[in-house]
């Protein structure tokens, strides 16, 4: 399998990005290590956002610490209270 993806002396995302679809050809068609062969599989069905995510320079690392805030407060609620008290706590907190 080539190492086009593997790390080397200068770090690029968008110079790997644009060679990791070979890289991924390769993983796809290996036998040897099924999980890698999965993963790969699941990276070319999503190629675009892939690429779009190693290329563009926005991210959704803001957004993150809001869905995770959310998360804890919803797992606190589960079973206690409905969505109104849910939506309420979610806006307010």
Known sequence: MPSTCAPSG???L???AT???TW???ATSTTE???LRSFAQHLERDLDAVTAGLTLPW???VVEGH????KMLKRQMFGRAGFELLR???LLA
């Open 33 to 35: 290590l099924p999980s």
């Open 88 to 90: 309420k706590r979610v």
């Open 67 to 70: 869905v995770n805030r959310i």
């Open 19 to 21: 060679s990791c679809p």
């Open 59 to 61: 991210n959704s690392g």
């Open 10 to 12: 200068t770090w690029s």
């Open 14 to 16: 968008t110079s790997r």
């Open 24 to 26: 991924i050809e390769a």
